[in-house]
């Protein structure tokens, strides 16, 4: 056991790594807010202002744009949570066959987003094998546009594909900490594997399951690389719309304005996600 | 012996047959999924190498089911023609300082965050994950103005930086479990035989992280390898990296066979480096650091 | 309510029989104990009974159905385990309903059940509450609760009380034996706590490594163990091996190195000439007094004061033995004393 000693020492040494940390993102937050309302401007006069807000509020395209990228995380989080869920329960009890299993499923956490993008274009885009396949077994007659479509279900297949292991692992390690005495009293008890499943294994998830699909949403939502190859060309994510308005059109502020709506939806969702947590334990 | 053997197998209950039954089942689900596991994966990856190999002169196109002709013209193609060869240089220069700067900076915090009991220990633990939960886009876009304003845009210093700050919250959550998992006793024992802050340092501390030190290093390589959003903003013109140059092909210029040559260079030596992590050192500092985002 | 028959039930791990061969007849309401050391296959046949394991041989019978290979949510047994596995998100109302939720059983019946099971467990007041909240021997009644509400045809324990401290133990065994009686369950008690289990069995199963070495009421198993694994695991014994010298109607006489003990031997077919092995405990072995049979000389070892009595390992001509005397007894290491072993205390064994 540590002594409990409040150290001026230990704040000093936690500075170097808390610190860099704090500085670079904490003045990139700073300058995103204080952008947005028109202060700061590192080219050009700063003015406060809430024009920039009422612009983008306006704004058919930045709304679509908002709308889209919305879409893109609350499908993606669902997408690998359906996905991965049954898997981790699968994976619960070992056996060395499982083993194995487990290490072919991490493997997308080792390969980055980009290359993970474009090895799934391979497969999915309009001459792509899977199309191929589908027509050849008769299931479909034209291929399907499933890559740069209006919807975005490149997008979500993308991101489903790549981070299945991510939930995965913190899936796994929430059903761990469910001990095997409470699933045999529960079976003891006369639960079936629905009720096994519905009143033990999800309720005692729920942090791990909600951490996972807070973690998912934001990736999706803020998601920029991703979006450009493979999403449609209308509407950008919100990123790419934030990124193009400050690059091409040099409307920093404007950017700044997407930039703070991109971070609050992210505190939002997460508060959103913890209170639902609080909601569902509460009331199984 | 043989009539035995007969009446032993007419005399097999129900009960027992049906829970071998039951067992085959789950073997045989399990060969499912590996098999279907090894499409899902396999066939992403196999498409790119396909691609990767097809020779120039004879192009893969609908309707052809496979390639005519395979041959490394992409590969020579790609070394020749394009920016590769700058980017690898670039993205393997970058990586090391970033690593260096990440280990220098995370040593003292992880060895509090570790070792040691302060008020609001998890908030600062929250702190340390920023990097990863903030959207990325937004700080990319974002500091780059603050970089701008610095000089530190398009310049070999940022991108260090950088890819420093994305490197850290591995760093120092794969340093602070190995600090966690040093037992008091032998720093109580180092002391009562008369270790000096240096001594400990050096020949208790530092040894005793080196699992967590390789692993930790390895993830904020890779990390700095892959980084892209703060990389394209900030080094792009000047700077190119693999990831950068992997997006450039993957845009207007989309050339399926040269991204495909491009994606193989920056995911091979990742995999490797990374399943080398979690198989030698035998334990799961991957799940430990929650996966790579 | 039920009896429970199992016929040469075998469970294999990995080619390791955990339990081999075990022929067991339990009487509807009676409370059957499972006994014996880590590794004994008590464990495994709880668990084979409540249906969490099939087994490879042999068939488990509910008065006259047939439970292999039914799950355990269909077998109507309910189990209490070691460590109570509560349901941590429930509190302890819904933990307690949760078996009759899983029947089916109506709203007004579910009330009426789970408040009659929380007095009989004296919980009432703390349908509330969850198990974070509450202390050990709470939390175990809660599992009895739990246990009991649905009515189940046969009662499994897991060794409950391990984890419990001493004195809450006892008094808990108690109350479990109780309610037993009352509710006429017939109950599968595990546990390798021989106190326990001579203190509320209706029978004891003395197991050992994966077989059964007795089977018998309390008195029976302390009193006339048939092995010398029963000698030595129940109580306290001296096993000592010998040659027959002499017979006389009911009495033997056996030569032993430090000298000639006679004993009642009942109805043994042994001769003379013929190697037995034996045991007696320790509390017949007390201070010689004039008249008392077979006298022995040994210095004492150690001398132990127990509180009731006082526990003496004696070194009789190179044979180690263990006495009891008295406690208002003075010995020191190195005494020499006189003692007896009481000719009715001799248990044979096989």
Do not use: E, T
């Given at each position: 056991m540590e002594r409990k000693e409040i150290s001026v020492l230990h704040y000093l040494l936690l500075l170097p790594g808390v610190g860099f940390i704090v500085l670079f993102i904490g003045s990139s937050i700073f300058i995103t807010i204080t952008q947005s309302f028109g202060?700061?401007?590192?080219t050009g006069k700063s003015q406060f202002t809430m024009e920039n807000w009422k612009a983008i509020f306006h704004d058919k395209e930045s709304l679509d744009s908002i709308l889209f990228s919305l879409k893109m995380g609350l499908l993606s989080s669902i997408g690998t949570l359906l996905f991965a869920f049954p898997v981790a329960l699968f994976l619960r009890k070992g056996g060395a066959g499982k083993r194995f299993l487990a290490s072919l499923i991490k493997i997308?956490?080792?390969?980055p987003a980009l290359v993970a993008a474009f090895l799934i274009i391979n497969l999915i885009s309009y001459h792509g094998i899977v199309n191929e396949a589908l027509i050849a077994l008769h299931i479909i007659k034209k291929p399907l546009r499933m890559l740069n479509d209006k919807f975005g279900w490149g997008v979500v297949a993308i991101q489903v594909w790549k981070n299945i292991p991510f939930v995965l692992l913190i899936l796994s390690s929430s059903l761990a900490s469910i001990r095997d005495d409470t699933v045999d009293a529960a079976r003891n008890l006369g639960a079936g594997t629905f009720a096994v499943l519905f009143r033990i294994y999800v309720p005692l998830a729920m942090p791990g399951i909600l951490v996972s699909m807070i973690l998912m949403f934001i990736k999706a939502f803020g998601d920029f690389a991703i979006t450009s190859v493979a999403g449609p060309t209308y509407p950008p994510s919100i990123a790419l719309r934030m990124r193009n308005t400050a690059t091409l059109f040099q409307e920093w502020d404007k950017a700044a304005v997407l930039g703070v709506i991109i971070i609050l939806t992210t505190l939002f969702i997460t508060w959103l996600y913890s209170r639902l947590a609080e909601f569902v334990t509460g009331s199984k | 012996m043989a009539e035995l053997a007969i009446a032993k197998k007419q005399k097999t209950p129900w009960y027992v047959s049906q829970a071998r039954r039951k067992r085959s089942f789950a073997i045989l689900l399990t060969t499912f999924f590996i098999v279907m596991q090894i499409v899902w994966v396999g066939l992403p990856i196999f498409m790119t190498v396909l691609w990767s190999l097809v020779d120039p002169n004879h192009p893969w196109s609908y309707p052809n089911i496979l390639p005519e002709k395979l041959s490394w013209g992409q590969w020579v193609y790609v070394f020749k023609y394009t920016n590769i060869i700058r980017a690898l240089k670039t993205s393997y220069t970058i990586a090391p300082f970033a690593v260096l700067l990440s280990f220098i900076l995370s040593l003292p915090t992880a060895y509090v965050l570790g070792r040691k009991q302060i008020p609001g220990k998890k908030f600062f633990q929250t702190i340390v994950l920023l990097p990863i939960i903030m959207p990325g886009m937004v700080v990319a876009l974002f500091l780059s103005r603050v970089f701008t304003a610095f000089g530190l845009a398009q310049s070999f210093i940022g991108l260090v930086l950088a890819h420093t700050l994305m490197g850290l919250p591995y760093m120092i959550r794969v340093l602070t479990t190995s600090f966690e998992a040093i037992p008091q006793d032998i720093i109580d024992a180092a002391e009562n035989l008369g270790a000096n802050t240096f001594t400990k340092i050096k020949d208790i501390f530092l040894p005793m992280v080196r699992p967590g030190l390789l692993a930790g290093m390895v993830f904020a390589f890779t990390t700095s390898i892959e980084e892209f959003n703060l990389t394209f903003i900030i080094g792009t013109p000047t700077f190119e990296t693999i990831p950068t140059i992997l997006y450039s092909f993957l845009g207007y210029n989309f050339i399926r066979t040269n991204a495909s040559v491009v994606a193989l260079i920056m995911m091979i030596p990742n995999i490797v480096m990374l399943f080398a992590v979690e198989n030698i050192l035998k334990s799961d500092y991957l799940s430990a650091s929650l996966g790579k985002l | 309510m039920s009896r429970l028959i199992l016929k040469n039930l075998t469970k294999k791990f990995d080619n390791v029989a955990a339990v081999n061969n075990i022929s067991l007849d339990v009487e509807e309401g009676e409370f059957v104990t499972l006994l014996g050391p880590s590794g004994c296959g008590k464990t495994t046949t709880l668990r084979t009974i409540a249906g969490f394991y099939q087994p490879d041989e042999g068939e488990i019978w509910f008065n006259d159905k047939l439970m292999n290979n039914i799950p355990p949510a269909k077998r109507n047994t309910a189990m209490c385990f070691q460590s109570y596995a509560l349901f941590p998100h429930m509190n302890v109302w819904d933990n307690i309903a949760f078996g009759l939720k899983m029947r089916k059983i109506p709203q007004a019946e579910q009330k009426k059940r789970v408040a009659d099971a929380l007095e009989m467990m004296s919980l009432t007041g703390m349908e509330k509450r969850m198990p974070s909240q509450l202390s050990g021997g709470q939390q175990q009644r809660v599992a009895l609760a739990r246990a009991i509400v649905t009515q189940p045809d046969i009662l499994l324990f897991d060794e409950p009380l391990s984890n419990l401290d001493a004195k809450l133990r006892v008094q808990v065994r108690v109350e479990i034996k109780e309610m037993q009686k009352r509710l006429g369950i017939t109950s599968i008690y595990v546990t390798h706590d021989q106190d326990e289990a001579l203190a509320i069995s209706d029978r004891i199963v003395v197991m050992n490594q994966g077989h059964i070495e007795q089977v018998g009421d309390p008195q029976s198993i302390y009193l006339h163990p048939a092995t010398s694994f029963v000698a030595g695991f129940i109580g306290l014994a001296n096993i000592l091996s010998g040659i027959i010298v002499a017979r006389e109607e009911n009495r033997v006489q056996i030569e032993l190195p430090f000298g000639r003990l006679w004993a009642f031997a009942g109805d043994m077919h042994a001769r003379v000439g013929d190697t037995v092995k034996f045991s007696f405990r320790p509390e017949n072995v007390t201070r010689y007094r004039e008249g008392s049979p077979n006298k022995i000389e040994g210095t004492i070892l150690h001398a132990i004061f127990m509180g009731d009595t006082i526990d003496l390992f004696l070194d009789v001509k190179g044979t180690r033995l263990r006495a009891h005397a008295e406690s208002t007894a003075t010995f020191k290491s190195g005494d020499t004393a006189q003692f007896s072993i009481d000719e009715t205390a001799f248990q044979f064994l096989e």
């Open positions: 202060l700061f401007s590192i997308p956490l080792f390969i | - | -």
